[in-house]
Protein backbone atom coordinates (compact mmCIF):
# COMPACT_ATOMS: atom_id res chain seq x y z
CA UNK A 1 0.00 0.00 0.00
CA UNK A 2 1.43 3.68 -0.84
CA UNK A 3 2.28 5.71 1.82
CA UNK A 4 0.53 9.08 1.81
CA UNK A 5 3.62 12.30 1.89
CA UNK A 6 2.98 12.90 5.64
CA UNK A 7 3.79 9.13 6.50
CA UNK A 8 6.66 9.51 4.04
CA UNK A 9 7.85 12.60 6.04
CA UNK A 10 7.89 11.26 9.36
CA UNK A 11 10.46 9.26 8.05
CA UNK A 12 12.76 11.84 6.52
CA UNK A 13 15.43 13.75 8.50
CA UNK A 14 13.61 17.30 8.55
CA UNK A 15 16.60 19.41 8.38
CA UNK A 16 15.26 21.01 5.13
CA UNK A 17 18.90 21.36 3.70
CA UNK A 18 17.08 21.34 -0.14
CA UNK A 19 19.85 18.86 -1.24
CA UNK A 20 17.06 16.91 -2.81
CA UNK A 21 15.89 19.86 -4.96
CA UNK A 22 12.98 20.61 -2.69
CA UNK A 23 12.67 23.47 -0.83
CA UNK A 24 11.69 21.56 2.41
CA UNK A 25 11.72 17.70 3.44
CA UNK A 26 8.00 18.03 3.71
CA UNK A 27 7.39 18.96 -0.09
CA UNK A 28 10.41 15.88 -0.89
CA UNK A 29 8.10 13.41 0.94
CA UNK A 30 4.52 14.74 -1.27
CA UNK A 31 6.15 14.77 -4.12
CA UNK A 32 7.62 11.11 -3.49
CA UNK A 33 4.15 10.42 -2.90
CA UNK A 34 3.32 11.21 -6.08
CA UNK A 35 6.15 9.56 -7.58
CA UNK A 36 7.58 12.46 -9.14
CA UNK A 37 10.47 12.04 -7.63
CA UNK A 38 12.76 9.12 -6.24
CA UNK A 39 14.13 8.21 -2.56
CA UNK A 40 17.59 8.51 -3.74
CA UNK A 41 17.23 12.19 -4.37
CA UNK A 42 17.77 12.19 -0.08
CA UNK A 43 21.67 11.17 0.51
CA UNK A 44 20.45 11.81 4.81
CA UNK A 45 17.61 8.79 4.41
CA UNK A 46 18.62 6.14 6.84
CA UNK A 47 19.02 2.19 5.89
CA UNK A 48 15.83 1.64 8.57
CA UNK A 49 13.67 4.67 6.93
CA UNK A 50 14.65 3.31 3.30
CA UNK A 51 13.21 -0.49 4.19
CA UNK A 52 9.55 1.11 5.32
CA UNK A 53 9.84 3.60 2.75
CA UNK A 54 10.29 1.01 -0.14
CA UNK A 55 6.44 0.76 -1.31
CA UNK A 56 6.51 4.29 -1.69
CA UNK A 57 9.53 4.23 -3.94
CA UNK A 58 9.47 1.14 -5.87
CA UNK A 59 8.01 1.69 -9.36
CA UNK A 60 4.39 0.80 -9.36
CA UNK A 61 5.43 -0.74 -12.91
CA UNK A 62 7.94 -3.70 -12.29
CA UNK A 63 10.73 -2.88 -15.17
CA UNK A 64 11.08 -6.20 -17.22
CA UNK A 65 14.12 -7.46 -19.54
CA UNK A 66 13.22 -9.00 -22.81
CA UNK A 67 16.63 -10.12 -24.35
CA UNK A 68 20.65 -9.47 -23.08
CA UNK A 69 23.38 -7.19 -24.39
CA UNK A 70 22.75 -4.07 -26.65
CA UNK A 71 19.23 -4.84 -28.29
CA UNK A 72 17.42 -5.88 -25.41
CA UNK A 73 13.94 -4.65 -24.55
CA UNK A 74 13.32 -2.51 -21.52
CA UNK A 75 9.97 -1.85 -21.00
CA UNK A 76 7.64 -0.70 -17.58
CA UNK A 77 9.15 1.09 -14.36
CA UNK A 78 6.55 4.23 -15.36
CA UNK A 79 5.35 6.45 -12.72
CA UNK A 80 2.64 8.62 -14.41
CA UNK A 81 -0.17 8.10 -16.07
CA UNK A 82 -0.28 11.49 -18.36
CA UNK A 83 3.68 12.46 -19.99
CA UNK A 84 3.00 15.66 -18.77
CA UNK A 85 3.40 14.98 -15.34
CA UNK A 86 6.92 13.76 -15.53
CA UNK A 87 8.03 11.65 -18.46
CA UNK A 88 6.93 8.01 -20.00
CA UNK A 89 10.28 6.52 -18.74
CA UNK A 90 10.82 2.83 -21.14
CA UNK A 91 9.62 3.32 -24.73
CA UNK A 92 7.42 0.88 -26.41
CA UNK A 93 9.52 -2.29 -27.45
CA UNK A 94 8.05 -3.09 -31.42
CA UNK A 95 8.20 -6.07 -32.36
CA UNK A 96 7.51 -8.02 -35.84
CA UNK A 97 5.65 -11.41 -35.74
CA UNK A 98 7.29 -14.35 -37.78
CA UNK A 99 5.38 -17.82 -38.13
CA UNK A 100 7.83 -20.61 -37.93
CA UNK A 101 5.27 -22.00 -40.98
CA UNK A 102 6.53 -18.75 -42.93
CA UNK A 103 8.53 -19.36 -46.18
CA UNK A 104 11.97 -18.21 -45.11
CA UNK A 105 11.21 -16.79 -42.06
CA UNK A 106 14.96 -16.02 -41.15
CA UNK A 107 14.85 -13.20 -44.48
CA UNK A 108 12.06 -12.05 -43.10
CA UNK A 109 13.60 -11.51 -39.78
CA UNK A 110 16.69 -10.14 -41.59
CA UNK A 111 14.45 -7.36 -43.38
CA UNK A 112 12.16 -6.41 -40.38
CA UNK A 113 15.88 -6.36 -38.12
CA UNK A 114 17.94 -4.35 -41.27
CA UNK A 115 15.67 -1.40 -41.02
CA UNK A 116 16.83 1.72 -39.65
CA UNK A 117 15.29 5.19 -40.21
CA UNK A 118 17.33 8.54 -38.69
CA UNK A 119 15.80 11.91 -37.07
CA UNK A 120 17.07 13.94 -35.54
CA UNK A 121 20.47 12.50 -35.08
CA UNK A 122 18.89 8.98 -33.80
CA UNK A 123 18.90 5.88 -35.23
CA UNK A 124 15.77 4.25 -34.69
CA UNK A 125 14.86 0.25 -36.00
CA UNK A 126 12.25 -2.05 -34.27
CA UNK A 127 13.32 -4.21 -31.60
CA UNK A 128 12.11 -7.48 -31.62
CA UNK A 129 10.88 -10.75 -33.83
CA UNK A 130 8.27 -12.84 -32.32
CA UNK A 131 8.61 -16.51 -33.70
CA UNK A 132 5.45 -18.07 -33.19
CA UNK A 133 4.82 -21.78 -33.63
CA UNK A 134 2.15 -21.77 -36.23
CA UNK A 135 3.66 -25.11 -37.40
CA UNK A 136 2.78 -26.97 -34.16
CA UNK A 137 5.60 -28.68 -34.83
CA UNK A 138 8.54 -28.45 -31.78
CA UNK A 139 11.50 -29.08 -33.63
CA UNK A 140 10.78 -26.85 -36.86
CA UNK A 141 9.52 -24.14 -34.18
CA UNK A 142 13.08 -24.98 -32.29
CA UNK A 143 14.66 -24.60 -35.48
CA UNK A 144 13.17 -21.43 -36.71
CA UNK A 145 13.32 -19.55 -33.57
CA UNK A 146 17.56 -20.46 -33.37
CA UNK A 147 17.96 -19.35 -37.01
CA UNK A 148 16.40 -16.47 -36.27
CA UNK A 149 18.36 -15.67 -33.08
CA UNK A 150 21.67 -16.65 -35.35
CA UNK A 151 20.85 -14.22 -38.30
CA UNK A 152 19.26 -11.10 -36.19
CA UNK A 153 20.97 -9.11 -33.15
CA UNK A 154 17.27 -8.37 -31.73
CA UNK A 155 14.86 -9.44 -28.29
CA UNK A 156 12.92 -12.07 -28.88
CA UNK A 157 9.23 -13.38 -27.81
CA UNK A 158 8.22 -17.26 -28.45
CA UNK A 159 4.93 -17.77 -28.72
CA UNK A 160 3.54 -21.05 -28.38
CA UNK A 161 0.51 -23.11 -26.20
CA UNK A 162 2.35 -26.10 -26.07
CA UNK A 163 5.01 -25.75 -23.04
CA UNK A 164 7.37 -29.23 -25.26
CA UNK A 165 7.56 -26.46 -28.09
CA UNK A 166 8.62 -23.76 -26.06
CA UNK A 167 11.38 -25.87 -24.04
CA UNK A 168 12.66 -27.33 -27.13
CA UNK A 169 13.08 -23.92 -28.27
CA UNK A 170 14.15 -22.33 -24.83
CA UNK A 171 17.14 -25.20 -25.33
CA UNK A 172 18.54 -23.39 -27.84
CA UNK A 173 17.67 -19.73 -27.36
CA UNK A 174 17.11 -19.57 -23.54
CA UNK A 175 20.79 -17.90 -22.95
CA UNK A 176 18.89 -14.84 -24.26
CA UNK A 177 16.21 -14.65 -22.01
CA UNK A 178 13.53 -14.27 -24.20
CA UNK A 179 9.82 -13.85 -23.49
CA UNK A 180 7.93 -16.59 -23.07
CA UNK A 181 4.06 -16.05 -24.33
CA UNK A 182 1.83 -17.07 -22.89
CA UNK A 183 0.51 -18.31 -19.38
CA UNK A 184 -3.60 -18.34 -19.79
CA UNK A 185 -5.35 -20.08 -16.69
CA UNK A 186 -5.06 -23.60 -18.82
CA UNK A 187 -1.33 -23.88 -18.83
CA UNK A 188 -0.05 -21.48 -15.79
CA UNK A 189 1.51 -23.75 -13.85
CA UNK A 190 3.52 -25.76 -16.55
CA UNK A 191 4.09 -21.83 -18.11
CA UNK A 192 5.58 -20.36 -14.68
CA UNK A 193 7.72 -23.70 -14.55
CA UNK A 194 9.48 -22.94 -17.42
CA UNK A 195 9.95 -19.47 -17.17
CA UNK A 196 11.63 -20.16 -13.71
CA UNK A 197 13.89 -23.03 -15.24
CA UNK A 198 15.69 -20.88 -18.10
CA UNK A 199 15.19 -17.50 -15.57
CA UNK A 200 12.56 -15.70 -18.43
CA UNK A 201 10.12 -13.37 -18.31
CA UNK A 202 6.63 -14.51 -18.91
CA UNK A 203 3.65 -13.47 -20.51
CA UNK A 204 0.38 -13.65 -18.37
CA UNK A 205 -2.78 -14.11 -20.60
CA UNK A 206 -6.40 -13.38 -18.62
CA UNK A 207 -9.44 -12.63 -19.61
CA UNK A 208 -10.42 -9.37 -18.14
CA UNK A 209 -8.25 -7.86 -15.34
CA UNK A 210 -9.22 -10.29 -12.25
CA UNK A 211 -8.50 -13.09 -14.55
CA UNK A 212 -4.98 -11.62 -15.47
CA UNK A 213 -4.53 -10.45 -11.15
CA UNK A 214 -5.24 -14.15 -10.39
CA UNK A 215 -2.30 -15.36 -12.58
CA UNK A 216 0.01 -12.95 -11.94
CA UNK A 217 -0.70 -13.52 -8.00
CA UNK A 218 -0.14 -17.56 -9.23
CA UNK A 219 3.14 -16.14 -10.20
CA UNK A 220 4.54 -14.18 -7.93
CA UNK A 221 3.43 -16.95 -5.03
CA UNK A 222 5.93 -19.48 -7.16
CA UNK A 223 8.16 -16.98 -7.33
CA UNK A 224 8.03 -15.46 -10.25
CA UNK A 225 8.45 -11.62 -10.54
CA UNK A 226 9.06 -11.14 -14.25
CA UNK A 227 5.70 -10.50 -16.13
CA UNK A 228 4.21 -9.02 -19.15
CA UNK A 229 0.45 -8.75 -19.11
CA UNK A 230 -1.86 -9.17 -22.14
CA UNK A 231 -5.19 -8.07 -21.09
CA UNK A 232 -6.51 -10.04 -23.99
CA UNK A 233 -8.63 -7.44 -24.74
CA UNK A 234 -8.16 -6.46 -28.68
CA UNK A 235 -9.76 -3.46 -31.25
CA UNK A 236 -9.71 0.24 -30.22
CA UNK A 237 -12.09 0.58 -27.54
CA UNK A 238 -11.77 -2.67 -25.53
CA UNK A 239 -8.18 -2.05 -25.49
CA UNK A 240 -7.54 1.20 -24.48
CA UNK A 241 -10.24 0.80 -21.50
CA UNK A 242 -8.14 -2.35 -21.02
CA UNK A 243 -4.77 -0.45 -21.15
CA UNK A 244 -6.02 2.82 -19.49
CA UNK A 245 -7.86 0.66 -16.28
CA UNK A 246 -4.09 -1.34 -15.26
CA UNK A 247 -2.30 1.67 -16.23
CA UNK A 248 -4.20 3.72 -13.39
CA UNK A 249 -4.72 0.64 -11.34
CA UNK A 250 -0.72 0.24 -10.89
CA UNK A 251 -0.53 3.81 -10.64
CA UNK A 252 -3.39 5.15 -8.91
CA UNK A 253 -4.05 2.66 -6.75
CA UNK A 254 -0.65 1.08 -6.54
CA UNK A 255 -2.59 -2.48 -6.99
CA UNK A 256 0.70 -4.10 -7.42
CA UNK A 257 -0.58 -7.87 -9.05
CA UNK A 258 -1.16 -5.58 -12.03
CA UNK A 259 1.69 -4.05 -11.52
CA UNK A 260 3.67 -4.80 -14.80
CA UNK A 261 4.31 -3.96 -18.14
CA UNK A 262 1.65 -4.93 -21.13
CA UNK A 263 1.92 -6.39 -24.46
CA UNK A 264 -0.09 -5.88 -27.36
CA UNK A 265 -1.32 -7.48 -30.60
CA UNK A 266 -2.75 -4.80 -32.42
CA UNK A 267 -2.80 -6.83 -35.98
CA UNK A 268 -5.60 -9.07 -33.97
CA UNK A 269 -8.17 -6.53 -33.86
CA UNK A 270 -7.05 -4.99 -37.45
CA UNK A 271 -9.26 -5.45 -40.20
CA UNK A 272 -6.05 -4.26 -42.50
CA UNK A 273 -2.43 -3.32 -42.18
CA UNK A 274 -3.15 0.50 -42.22
CA UNK A 275 -5.87 -0.27 -39.54
CA UNK A 276 -3.01 -2.27 -37.24
CA UNK A 277 -0.86 0.70 -37.88
CA UNK A 278 -3.49 3.02 -36.39
CA UNK A 279 -4.43 0.66 -33.42
CA UNK A 280 -0.53 0.75 -32.86
CA UNK A 281 0.08 4.01 -32.81
CA UNK A 282 -2.79 4.02 -30.25
CA UNK A 283 -1.43 1.52 -28.02
CA UNK A 284 2.10 3.35 -27.66
CA UNK A 285 0.18 6.37 -26.56
CA UNK A 286 -1.94 4.30 -24.31
CA UNK A 287 0.16 2.29 -22.66
CA UNK A 288 1.32 -0.42 -24.21
CA UNK A 289 4.74 -1.85 -24.10
CA UNK A 290 5.44 -4.18 -26.05
CA UNK A 291 3.52 -3.74 -29.31
CA UNK A 292 3.73 -6.81 -31.75
CA UNK A 293 2.88 -6.17 -35.17
CA UNK A 294 1.80 -8.70 -38.06
CA UNK A 295 2.48 -6.38 -40.80
CA UNK A 296 6.29 -5.12 -41.57
CA UNK A 297 6.08 -2.21 -43.94
CA UNK A 298 8.04 0.71 -43.91
CA UNK A 299 5.04 2.69 -44.35
CA UNK A 300 3.93 1.42 -40.95
CA UNK A 301 6.83 0.98 -39.16
CA UNK A 302 8.02 4.82 -40.06
CA UNK A 303 5.39 6.57 -38.60
CA UNK A 304 5.18 4.22 -36.08
CA UNK A 305 9.09 4.63 -34.90
CA UNK A 306 8.70 8.40 -35.00
CA UNK A 307 5.23 8.66 -32.81
CA UNK A 308 7.51 6.27 -30.39
CA UNK A 309 10.35 9.27 -30.50
CA UNK A 310 7.90 11.62 -29.82
CA UNK A 311 6.40 10.39 -26.96
CA UNK A 312 9.02 8.86 -24.84
CA UNK A 313 11.12 12.20 -25.68
CA UNK A 314 11.18 13.80 -21.98
CA UNK A 315 9.70 16.88 -22.38
CA UNK A 316 11.67 18.40 -19.95
CA UNK A 317 15.25 17.37 -22.23
CA UNK A 318 14.67 18.49 -25.42
CA UNK A 319 17.09 16.31 -27.93
CA UNK A 320 20.29 17.91 -28.16
CA UNK A 321 22.96 18.29 -30.56
CA UNK A 322 26.85 18.51 -29.21
CA UNK A 323 28.23 22.79 -29.43
CA UNK A 324 30.62 22.79 -32.00
CA UNK A 325 31.32 23.57 -35.36
CA UNK A 326 30.05 21.42 -38.35
CA UNK A 327 31.37 20.79 -41.73
CA UNK A 328 28.12 20.38 -44.49
CA UNK A 329 28.67 19.70 -47.65
CA UNK A 330 32.54 19.68 -47.52
CA UNK A 331 33.13 23.30 -47.17
CA UNK A 332 36.50 25.40 -47.62
CA UNK A 333 37.58 28.48 -45.64
CA UNK A 334 35.79 30.62 -47.72
CA UNK A 335 32.46 28.93 -47.31
CA UNK A 336 30.14 30.57 -44.76
CA UNK A 337 29.55 30.44 -41.41
CA UNK A 338 26.34 30.15 -40.00
CA UNK A 339 25.16 30.02 -35.92
CA UNK A 340 22.38 28.10 -34.62
CA UNK A 341 21.22 26.38 -31.60
CA UNK A 342 21.87 23.20 -30.32
CA UNK A 343 18.07 21.84 -30.74
CA UNK A 344 18.43 18.89 -32.69
CA UNK A 345 15.36 20.01 -34.58
CA UNK A 346 16.53 23.38 -35.35
CA UNK A 347 19.73 22.05 -35.91
CA UNK A 348 18.63 19.52 -38.68
CA UNK A 349 16.28 21.88 -39.97
CA UNK A 350 18.83 24.38 -41.29
CA UNK A 351 21.33 21.83 -41.61
CA UNK A 352 19.51 20.00 -44.32
CA UNK A 353 18.48 23.22 -46.12
CA UNK A 354 22.59 24.17 -46.10
CA UNK A 355 23.09 20.82 -47.50
CA UNK A 356 20.76 21.00 -50.55
CA UNK A 357 21.19 24.90 -50.75
CA UNK A 358 24.69 23.81 -52.93
CA UNK A 359 26.62 26.27 -50.55
CA UNK A 360 28.72 24.32 -48.49
CA UNK A 361 28.96 25.68 -45.01
CA UNK A 362 30.67 26.10 -41.47
CA UNK A 363 27.40 25.87 -39.02
CA UNK A 364 28.40 27.12 -35.33
CA UNK A 365 26.09 25.37 -33.21
CA UNK A 366 26.07 27.23 -29.50
CA UNK A 367 25.02 25.43 -26.38
CA UNK A 368 21.21 26.76 -25.16
CA UNK A 369 20.51 23.98 -23.84
CA UNK A 370 18.32 22.09 -26.19
CA UNK A 371 16.36 25.45 -26.81
CA UNK A 372 15.25 26.58 -30.63
CA UNK A 373 16.63 29.76 -31.46
CA UNK A 374 13.59 32.02 -30.03
CA UNK A 375 13.30 30.25 -26.62
CA UNK A 376 16.82 30.54 -26.41
CA UNK A 377 17.02 34.19 -26.75
CA UNK A 378 13.74 34.95 -24.72
CA UNK A 379 15.55 32.84 -22.26
CA UNK A 380 19.02 34.74 -22.21
CA UNK A 381 20.87 31.76 -23.43
CA UNK A 382 21.43 32.45 -26.63
CA UNK A 383 22.75 35.83 -26.70
CA UNK A 384 26.09 37.82 -28.25
CA UNK A 385 28.57 36.85 -25.36
CA UNK A 386 27.66 33.08 -25.84
CA UNK A 387 27.95 33.30 -29.87
CA UNK A 388 31.55 34.94 -29.18
CA UNK A 389 32.46 32.80 -26.77
CA UNK A 390 31.51 29.26 -29.02
CA UNK A 391 33.85 31.13 -31.80
CA UNK A 392 36.78 31.12 -29.50
CA UNK A 393 36.23 28.02 -27.85
CA UNK A 394 35.49 25.58 -30.66
CA UNK A 395 38.55 27.71 -33.06
CA UNK A 396 36.27 28.73 -35.23
CA UNK A 397 38.85 30.93 -37.03
CA UNK A 398 41.23 28.09 -37.55
CA UNK A 399 38.47 26.92 -40.40
CA UNK A 400 37.61 30.06 -42.06
CA UNK A 401 39.85 32.67 -43.45
CA UNK A 402 37.16 35.79 -43.07
CA UNK A 403 35.38 36.79 -40.98
CA UNK A 404 31.43 36.88 -41.68
CA UNK A 405 29.44 35.30 -39.08
CA UNK A 406 25.41 34.81 -40.52
CA UNK A 407 22.83 35.26 -37.60
CA UNK A 408 19.77 33.79 -37.41
CA UNK A 409 16.75 36.45 -38.84
CA UNK A 410 14.70 36.33 -35.78
CA UNK A 411 17.47 37.60 -33.48
CA UNK A 412 18.43 39.88 -35.69
CA UNK A 413 18.29 41.96 -32.31
CA UNK A 414 21.59 40.49 -31.26
CA UNK A 415 23.41 41.87 -34.02
CA UNK A 416 24.58 45.40 -32.06
CA UNK A 417 25.92 43.37 -29.24
CA UNK A 418 27.50 40.92 -31.76
CA UNK A 419 29.63 43.65 -32.74
CA UNK A 420 30.53 44.99 -29.84
CA UNK A 421 31.85 41.17 -28.81
CA UNK A 422 33.56 40.74 -32.14
CA UNK A 423 34.95 44.08 -33.42
CA UNK A 424 36.96 43.10 -36.36
CA UNK A 425 33.88 40.78 -37.29
CA UNK A 426 31.01 41.37 -39.73
CA UNK A 427 27.59 40.72 -38.44
CA UNK A 428 24.95 39.31 -41.40
CA UNK A 429 21.55 38.64 -40.77
CA UNK A 430 19.93 35.41 -42.78
CA UNK A 431 16.48 34.71 -43.17
CA UNK A 432 14.56 33.69 -40.29
CA UNK A 433 13.20 30.85 -41.43
CA UNK A 434 15.60 28.00 -42.40
CA UNK A 435 13.56 27.04 -45.46
CA UNK A 436 14.78 30.49 -47.07
CA UNK A 437 18.60 29.90 -46.03
CA UNK A 438 19.39 28.61 -49.85
CA UNK A 439 17.64 31.32 -51.28
CA UNK A 440 19.57 34.27 -49.03
CA UNK A 441 23.14 32.58 -49.90
CA UNK A 442 22.48 32.69 -53.66
CA UNK A 443 21.66 36.66 -52.77
CA UNK A 444 24.16 37.47 -50.88
CA UNK A 445 27.26 34.98 -51.15
CA UNK A 446 29.29 34.90 -53.48
FE1 LIG B 1 15.04 16.84 3.58
FE2 LIG B 1 16.61 14.97 2.49
FE3 LIG B 1 15.58 16.90 0.95
FE4 LIG B 1 17.46 17.50 2.75
S1 LIG B 1 17.71 16.18 0.96
S2 LIG B 1 15.55 18.63 2.33
S3 LIG B 1 16.98 16.08 4.37
S4 LIG B 1 14.45 15.34 2.04
Redesign the pocket.
Known amino acids: MALTGVQIYKF ?9 G ?1 P ?2 LS ?2 MKLAQRSTELS ?5 SDEAKQNLEAASKPPIRLITVGTGKKKIEVGNEVVLFRHEKTFVHQTGIVYRIKDSDADPVAKAKEAASYTIERVGIDMSIDGIAVQNDSGDAAKFAKCAADIKAAVDVALILISSDTAALKAALEVIGDDKPLIYAATVDNAEAMIELAKEYSCPLAIYGNGLEEVAGLTEQATKAGLEDLVIDPATRGYCDSLTALTQLRRLAIKKSFSLLGYPVITFPGEGAESADDEAMLAGMHIAKYSSIIVLDNFLPAIVYPLLTTRLNIYTDPQKPIQMAAGVYPLGEPTPDSCLCVTTNFSLTYFSIAGELESSGFPSWLLVCDTEGLSVLTAWAAGKFEAERIAKAIKDFKVADSISHKKIILPGGVSILKGELEDELPDWEILIGPREAMAIGSYLKQNWS
Open positions: LPKTNCKECFTCFAACPYV
